[in-house]
C-alpha cells in the first residue's frame, strides 16, 4: 500500500493536492487448468502453447514454477526457457499430475514469468471416479477347513492342564513343579 499526493498547479497559481492510495493485490489467474488422473501413481498430463507480446518481436527468457502451497504431485517442463514471440506456434509448455491417494482435493497455482509479464493459472487435479470391484464371490469351500478354528473342534484344556508336570515362563516361579515331591522317613 502507497500513499501519495497528486499537485495540480493552475496558470493562474492556483494548487489543488488530492490524495491518492495505491494497493496492489493479487492478479486474478488467467485461466483454470483440470487434469484427469488416469490412475493412482500414474502421470497425466496437459500441454499448451504460449507466445509472449514483445514489442521488439524477440524471443524472451521465462521461468514456469507452481507457488509453494501447491500440491507436489504437479510438475511443469520446462521449467527455463524462452518464450517465443506473436505470430508463431509458441512455446510448448506440459503441466503434469501424478497423484498418490484417493480422497484427496488436488489444487495448485503454476506462474509463467518474463521480465516483462506474468500469466498465473489455477491447476486442478481430478481422480477417476472408484469402481468397486464387480462379480459374483467365489462359492464356500465345503468339506473340512484345513482351519482347525473352522472344523470346530472342542479342545479339552482341563485335560491338557492335568497333563502339565512344571509351571509355565509367564508364572512367578518358572519351571518349579506342580506336584511337590514328599521327603518320605
Not at 65 to 81: A, C, I, K, M, N
Not at 96 to 116: D, N, R, S
Request: glycine share 8%.
Amino acid at each position: 500500500m502507497h500513499d501519495v499526493q497528486l499537485l495540480v498547479r493552475a496558470s493562474t497559481g492556483g494548487v489543488w493536492k488530492f490524495p491518492i492510495r495505491f494497493i496492489a493485490t493479487e492478479p486474478q489467474p488467467d485461466d483454470t487448468i483440470v487434469i484427469e488422473a488416469v490412475g493412482l501413481g500414474r502421470e497425466s498430463s496437459v500441454s499448451f502453447r504460449l507466445t509472449c507480446t514483445s514489442p521488439n518481436r524477440h524471443p524472451i527468457p521465462y521461468n514456469a514454477y507452481f507457488l509453494s502451497g501447491s500440491d507436489t504431485e504437479f510438475s511443469v517442463s520446462p521449467q527455463t526457457g524462452e518464450l517465443l514471440p506473436e505470430g508463431t506456434n509458441g512455446t510448448l509448455l506440459k503441466v503434469a499430475f501424478t497423484p498418490g491417494i484417493y480422497g484427496k482435493v488436488y489444487q495448485g497455482k503454476l506462474v509463467v514469468q518474463t521480465t516483462e509479464m506474468q500469466w498465473t493459472y489455477i491447476v486442478r487435479g481430478v481422480l477417476p471416479e472408484y469402481m468397486p470391484p464387480r462379480g459374483a464371490s467365489s462359492r464356500p469351500m465345503a468339506g473340512p477347513h484345513p482351519d482347525p478354528r473352522r472344523r470346530m473342534e472342542k479342545h479339552n484344556y482341563i485335560r491338557h492342564n492335568l497333563k502339565l508336570t512344571t509351571t509355565g515362563v509367564s508364572s512367578p516361579i518358572k519351571g518349579a513343579p506342580l506336584i511337590p515331591k514328599t521327603n518320605h522317613v
